[in-house]
């Protein structure tokens, strides 16, 4: 939303962001892996050889083949532009890292290690108050009010209860997914009743259901994405870049029983395998010491710490000659970067071997919905029937087809920052037009 405004601004459009949280930025300001793109001039300046045809197949991969390929072509093609749009903005993401399902490192994120959400939130929020760009708070779009077929107003409901209609001849739905709704996550997967959800309390579906009033088609509803590492009691997400740091799995026995940077699905469905459908994610001070988001997990006291591996075995009742061996044994796979086990390739980046370590206990948690509303690769919103419906357009989790069955860590940053940006460029076309 924030990226299709300043788009759609500096292409001559007046914008007005209506936003009905208290807060700006959603689920972005949770994210913490980073945001995915392949044959950027920060990869090269790091020596990173990587393709767009690579980085193509492996989404398409990941997602079982149900990505719709008009959608993820466009993706894969501007995502470096997107990396080059943000740095021109004062947003800067040359670290790099990876997560699950990439072979290689092409996860941009701040070069500090931080989180990448609220960097990118409070990056795009100063482009916007730079620019003027008026943001209503606590203020929830009811309908999109149209006449003759064509967008006239959005019908909005202000914190006090009163309701008014702003005109306006296009309108951009970039409201996120509905993890954070109960039923309608229910609805469609009968089989996640119960599980917790990583997303913030505004994620319900709102702009699916408003868009599905004007007759907009949806996709791959039943499509979503459980994520594997969540820390049930805060519902606290476990960032995937702990893991392509060089963090590793193992069960309450203290064995490894998955390929940690597998896909989510496969590393959420072993999880939900173990007798006591949990696990613990390992990790030592170097891990930390490249990873800010450990500091995050640290303050909210989500972490178990001790001195040796020993004492952590204590501390978290596992057999400590078991996890002893465990790591061991990684540890020897990490210095031949060859994972004799489970076959990972990728964030083996050292030995676990300097104190303190560290564990977090997680299960997985419903982290992402796939499907969404139907679009076409200028983010117009389209029927049932595929047409166009004018000026309505939409990007980011309420959209469908992007991410197939399954989404990559890092890809739904990248999601939203090239969808956004051209969310924004084509309403403001379309209104000129």
Do not use: C
């Not at 929830?140 to 967008?151: G, L, M, Q």
């Amino acid at each position: 939303g924030l990226a299709s405004a300043i788009q759609a601004h500096d292409h001559g459009a007046k914008v007005v962001i209506v936003e009905q949280m208290p807060v700006i930025g959603g689920n972005t300001n949770k994210a913490s892996a980073g945001m995915n793109a392949a044959e950027t001039k920060f990869q090269r300046l790091k020596g990173i050889v990587d393709s767009k045809e690579l980085f193509y197949k492996e989404t398409m991969a990941g997602g079982k083949n149900k990505n719709n390929p008009n959608l993820l072509r466009y993706f894969v093609e501007n995502a470096p532009e997107a990396i080059d749009w943000l740095d021109n903005n004062d947003i800067e993401l040359s670290g790099i890292t990876t997560t699950g399902g990439m072979s290689i490192d092409r996860t941009h994120r701040p070069e500090s290690g931080a989180a990448v959400g609220g960097f990118l939130i409070s990056g795009l929020v100063k482009n916007i108050n730079k620019r003027g760009i008026e943001v209503m708070l606590d203020t929830a779009v009811t309908e999109i009010v149209t006449e003759n077929n064509k967008v006239i107003g959005v019908k909005i409901s202000e914190e006090d209860g009163s309701t008014r209609v702003i005109k306006t001849k296009a309108v951009i739905i970039a409201t996120g997914g509905f993890s954070a709704n109960t039923a309608m996550v229910e609805k469609y997967r009968p089989d996640l009743k119960g599980f917790v959800t990583t997303n913030h309390k505004g994620a319900t579906g709102s702009g699916i259901m408003i868009l599905e009033k004007l007759g907009a088609g949806t996709v791959d509803m039943g499509e979503i994405q459980i994520h594997p590492t969540v820390e049930q009691t805060s519902s606290y997400l476990i960032s995937e870049s702990i893991r392509g740091g060089g963090a590793i799995l193992v069960s309450q026995k203290g064995q490894r029983f998955v390929n940690e940077l597998d896909t989510r699905d496969k590393v959420s469905a072993e999880i939900i395998h173990l007798p006591e459908h949990y696990a613990y994610i390992l990790f030592d001070q170097q891990v930390r010491d490249e990873n800010k988001s450990v500091e995050e997990y640290v303050s909210n006291q989500l972490v178990t710490q001790a001195n040796t591996l020993e004492e952590l075995a204590q501390e978290l009742s596992i057999d400590s000659r078991t996890l002893a061996n465990t790591v061991a044994r990684y540890n020897q796979f990490a210095i031949t970067k060859h994972d004799q086990d489970f076959g990972r390739t990728t964030g083996i980046r050292h030995p676990i071997e300097k104190a303190p370590f560290y564990a977090i206990k997680i299960a997985p948690g419903v982290h992402h919905t796939m499907g969404g509303v139907t679009i076409n690769t200028q983010t117009q919103v389209l029927d049932a029937n595929k047409n166009v419906i004018q000026g309505v357009f939409a990007a980011g989790e309420v959209v469908g087809g992007i991410h197939g069955a399954n989404r990559i860590g890092g890809n739904a940053v990248a999601d939203i920052i090239i969808f956004g940006m051209q969310a924004g460029k084509k309403a403001a076309h379309y209104i000129k037009s």
